[in-house]
């Protein structure tokens, strides 16, 4: 099968991603083999590229927002049949066992695998993914259109949830690419009042075209207090600046899996009045399911720009320079 895989991590325009040809995995129990038709890009996948997540093995192949149709079964798979469309997911697997998962928190598990970092993942013609942790997506979506929900919208969703946003709160956004622009929706089809903090002014128009109240940059105070607010960007310098928008009691949610380092907090102007800061570790199963039923119900548009499986390394480039409005899916025609 043809394939991406990590080389050697380094800036992304030394070109850490190398294409080639790998043999076709084969699914073991209970797992599903599935021919990749899209495959959204992440932002994790960059960080992995360029080495701020350090690679859990040789010749990773990224990308966890994968979306095809089931061509084989494992022994004992029985979840889906040949020809079905599923999507894979950041969450790979987890113990089950540990005090995280057998009490609803598996998105904290203590020996957890993650699709792309730790196994193989969808910047290839197949891919392997446990039955269990496969989703079954909307039939209202199509593949390109789904696939940046199974990592941007789950994980945008998670930290929505973790604001605890009021019925009609007031929620910041800072920073405005694939996540956030899925997260926007559920928040505004839920009744909130959303302001957008960012640099980018093609972000400026698409958050306005989803009905957000305001637009700014993303220093820019909002033009109420906050209820709660999402970090997307991975600028620790915003930290500080989210935190000082928040009303009393409000909480400030970082959806990021890398952020750079955090400038001092000053706790009378920043922290007092119990604002809250918290991270978003992965997501449970549970809260995929549940995005995905409010996506169709919404429902979610989301803002694609296609990219065919050969520019795969282009469409991380262009996100790492901020040259990709909503999410950069790889299309797979193979």
Known sequence: ???????????????????????????????????????????TDLHLAEGDLEPHGPRTIPGHEVVGRVVERGRDATRFAVGDRVGIAWLRSTCGSCRFCVTGRE?????????????????????????????????????????PLLCAGIIG???????????????????????????????????????????????????????????????????????GAILFAPSGDLVPVALRALDRGGTLAIAGIHLTEIPALRYSSDLFFEREMRSVTANTRQDGQDFLDIAARVPIETTVTPYPFNRAADALADLA??????????????
């Open 157 to 227: 969703y998670r930290a929505l949830r973790q604001t605890r946003l009021p019925s009609g709160g007031r929620l910041g956004i800072y920073g405005f690419g694939a996540s956030a622009h899925l997260a926007a929706q559920v928040a505004v089809y839920e009744g909130a009042r959303v302001h957008v903090a960012t640099r980018s002014e093609s972000a400026r128009q698409l958050a306005m075209s989803l009905g957000v109240e305001s637009v700014g940059d993303t220093t820019d105070p909002p033009p109420e207090p906050l209820d």
């Open 107 to 147: 998105n904290l598990c203590v020996q957890p695998m993650f699709t792309g970092w730790d196994t193989d993942g969808g910047y290839a013609d197949l891919a392997v993914v446990p039955e269990a942790y496969a989703y079954r997506l909307p039939e209202a979506f199509t593949d390109t259109a789904v696939a």
């Open 321 to 334: 320079h901020g040259r990709v409005t909503g999410a950069a899916v790889i299309v797979n025609h193979a």
């Open 1 to 43: 099968m043809r394939a991406w895989w990590l080389e050697k991590p380094g800036p992304i325009d030394g070109a850490p991603l190398r294409l080639g040809e790998r043999p076709d995995p084969r699914p073991g129990a209970r797992e599903v083999l599935v021919s990749v038709a899209a495959c959204a890009v992440c932002r």
